[in-house]
Every structure is written in structure tokens, then in C-alpha cells.
């Protein structure tokens, strides 16, 4: 690792002056499960200074503010799957939680980390933007509010400047009539990144038809996005296996329209529309 500078702060003021100070020469530090590895790489331009936000208090912690929760950015995946709140109103949150990892990255890893690393393999995305979430990015001048489903660019891209800092993660809380799920699929079962996800939501009218429904595929498309396609298909529905596996292979379709056919094709387009049937099937 070659050197750098390592400054700590305390408040979200002295993070976004720093930040400010040295625009695209500093890195954000909070958990540093994926920054300190990229750090490692002999290929990159090593920041002058890291920017250790891993003390801030006011970003730490999962609230429930009338119909909507608030997530800080330090909040951990441990925190995030032992959130009563989340169990209650997000459970495919922390379901997604709840497989990242090991333990000690459960531990130390948080959810701002996840999020503005932006690797396509991220475990908290989906169902984030499966629950409509969306981010305060912070500047010394100011903040700006996006939907998360805008933030994304490609892979380990984003829209967020250098000197900007994620502050807050919110979305409304699900209603009793909606049924949530969260799959990965993994190389093995413990300690694997996703090779494909699945986040679902389902909602339904008090005589058991879908009313609205939400897919969002981890590792599938070039950005995540709520598949629409595959959506609407299910709308004034009653679930069936069959619909559900409409579904999936729609999903699939949508998947080779945006990457084309290449080695991974084979393998992914059947088992991405079976993840989202399974996915469907778990959230009745
Ligand atoms: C062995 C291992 C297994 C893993 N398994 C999984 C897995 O199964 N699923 C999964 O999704 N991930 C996995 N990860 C990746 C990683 O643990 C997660 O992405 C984690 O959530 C990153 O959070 P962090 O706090 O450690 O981020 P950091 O490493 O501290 O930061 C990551 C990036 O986000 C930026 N950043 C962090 N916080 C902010 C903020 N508030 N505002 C602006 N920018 C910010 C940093 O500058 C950096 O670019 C794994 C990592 C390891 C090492």
C-alpha cells in the first residue's frame, strides 16, 4: 500500500471541509471492507488523503419517523439484520443483509459503503431501489436529495461528486398488504458475492390479487433497475406458479436485450428466471 494521508473526522461539518479541501485527492473511509482492499491494488492512484467518517455519531443508526425509516450510512449490516424496525416494515432488506459476507464484515461493513462502491455484486442495492429509496448526498454548501435508483452510472460509478458525503437512506415503510423477499445466488453459501440477486416486492388487494409488484435483479443488468416488463404482468393477478415463471423469463429476456448473449448466457438466463420465480413464490 503505498502512503497516504489519514485524517479522522468527528462531525459532518469537518467531513464535508475536508472533503471540500481535497476534492477527488481524498477517499471516504467508514468500514473500509472494500476500500482498504482497493487501497492494496498496485494499478491505482493512491488518494492523498483518507477520510476516516467511521466517528461521526449523527451518522450512525436506523430510525422510524411516521411512515418512513431512515437509515444512516454507518448503520452495519449486523445492525441492518438485527433492525426490529427493518424485520417489520423491509424485511428483504435485512434478508439481503443477513448474507453479505462473514460475520466480521456483517460487522464492520456499513450500508453507505455498499452503496456508493457501487459494485454490481452489492447485496443491499436491490432491495433498496425494490423499496423506492432515496439519498441525501451532503456538500459543505449544501445537500441534494436523488432517488437511488438515479445515483448509479456503470459499475463502481456514480453521479456523487468527490466532495460529496451520503448522509441518509430513506424510504416509506411497507404496508401489511405487501410481501417482500430477498434471493442470492453465490458461488457457494457462505462468504460469496452474488452471482445473481433477486428483490421482490409484492402487493396485494384484500381478495389476494396483485395490485403492484417490484423486481429489481442484482447482477444482472449493466445498472440496477426495476424490471417494469416483468411487472406488469403480474398486475390484477392471482399468484400462480405459472405467472411466476412468466415472470422470471421475462426478467431473463430484459436481461439479454441489455448484455447480449456471452459466455455467462447460457448459465444465467435460466437460473435469473428461476431466482425471480422462486423470489415470487416466497413472498406468498
Ligand atoms: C471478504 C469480503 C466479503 C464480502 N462479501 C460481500 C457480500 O457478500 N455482499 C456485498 O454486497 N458486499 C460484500 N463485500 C463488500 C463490502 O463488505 C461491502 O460493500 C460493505 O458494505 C462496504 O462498506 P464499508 O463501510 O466497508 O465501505 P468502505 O470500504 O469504507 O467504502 C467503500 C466505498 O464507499 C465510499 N463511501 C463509504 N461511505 C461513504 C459515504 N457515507 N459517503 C460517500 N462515500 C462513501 C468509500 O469512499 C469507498 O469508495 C465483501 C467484502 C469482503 C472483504
Redesign the pocket.
Known sequence: MKPFEYKAVHSIEEACSALAEYGSDA????????????LRKQNIRTPKVVVD?SFIKE?RGIESINGTINLK??AT?TQLLQSSILHQYASLLSSAAS????PQ?RN??????????A?T????VPPLIALGAKIT?KLKSGSRQLDLSDLFIKPYQTK?KPE????EISFLKLSPNAKSSFI?L?RRNA????RLSVAAILFFNEKGIITEARIVPGAALPIWRRVTEAEQIMIGEIPSTELFKTAGQKVSEVMISHTGRRWSTEYKEPVIATLVRRALEQCV
Not at 462468504?191 to 452474488?194: E, M, Q, Y
Open positions: 477517499h471516504i473511509l467508514a468500514g473500509g471492507t472494500d476500500l482498504l482492499i482497493e467518517i451518522l450510512p454507518l449490516h448474507v453479505i459476507g462473514s464484515i464492520r461493513g456499513t450500508i453507505g459503503g455498499n452503496i456508493m462502491n459494485a455484486c452489492a447485496d443491499t448526498l456523487a460529496e458525503l451520503l448522509t442470492k453465490g462468504l460469496a458475492i452474488s
